[in-house]
């Protein structure tokens, strides 16, 4: 395997996260941003493809997410809780993850985001008719 450089950003605006939902990049949620952890990471995806060299990874906290995307109660997350998304951009042929993703808790950001949406309506009382 390649040894991949790795360019950690830590994703703190609503311009990044937009980024990130609007490419669905592949997400991983309570992953620790060591470089042992994401060596294992980067390790996984290429058993399936090739990712960029060097490799941007993208560093969300739970507090960010919270203060972003409003979310609260039962719905928001620890603060510290470390979301680490890829763009998919940086994967060669991400059609040989799609199934292998859920193995390992891969998840696209657009869908997380989504899905929090969906639960901070329900705890808000707002229809998503409403919101559109």
Do not use: C
Not at 30 to 57: A, C, H, R
Not at 80 to 105: A, H, M, T
């Amino acid at each position: 395997m390649n040894n991949i450089r790795t360019n950690k950003k830590i994703v703190n605006s609503k311009q990044k996260l937009n980024e990130l939902y609007n490419g669905s990049a592949l997400t991983f949620t309570g992953v620790e941003d060591s470089k042992e952890s994401i060596s294992k990471m980067i390790k996984w995806l290429q058993q399936y493809t090739e990712v960029s060299n060097p490799l941007t990874i993208n560093i969300i906290k739970g507090e960010t997410m919270n203060r972003e995307y409003g979310l609260t109660h039962d719905n928001a997350y620890p603060n510290d809780l470390n979301f680490i998304s890829i763009k998919l951009e940086d994967i060669k042929d991400v059609s040989k993850i799609l199934l292998q993703r859920f193995q390992v808790g891969g998840r696209w950001f657009d869908d997380i985001v989504n899905n929090n949406r969906i639960r901070q309506n329900e705890i808000d009382g707002i229809d998503d008719e409403e919101e559109m």
